[in-house]
């Protein structure tokens, strides 16, 4: 199993992202996938999650109606669309796979998303 995020980097407050996450290794159209962010000396925040078929899915309120989840399953990618970012959400934002058929929970290494002018 393997988990590969990219699309982080530096953006000036107010601007947008994009984030992917890349999976190999199992079904992906039998994983429940979510995207987690942990800021340096902070306990890791879940932010989105999107089911298998791609309902139903949801952004929490760490992004606060900011962000948008999706995925392409034919290209066994999930995104995350984050807009209007402010310094808060500096942190790295990592993918989970929860594979329903074992039972199973993986991770991606993450991304570093810094929010600065």
């Known amino acids: 199993v393997q988990l590969v995020e990219s699309g982080g980097g530096l953006v000036q407050p107010g601007g947008s992202l994009r984030l992917s996450c890349v999976a190999s290794?199992?079904?992906?159209?039998?994983?429940?996938m979510s995207w987690f962010r942990q800021a340096p000396g902070k306990e890791r925040e879940f932010v989105a999650r999107?089911?298998?078929?791609?309902?139903?899915?949801e952004c929490t309120n760490v992004m606060k109606g900011r962000c948008t989840i999706s995925r392409d399953n034919a290209k066994n990618t999930v995104y995350l669309d984050m807009n209007n970012l402010q310094p808060d959400d500096t942190a790295v934002y990592s993918c989970g796979a929860f594979i329903t058929y074992s039972g199973m929970m993986r991770w991606g290494k993450g991304t570093l998303v810094t929010v600065s002018s």
């Open positions: 290794g199992f079904i992906f159209t039998r994983a429940r």
């Open positions: 999107i089911s298998s078929d791609d309902a139903p899915t």
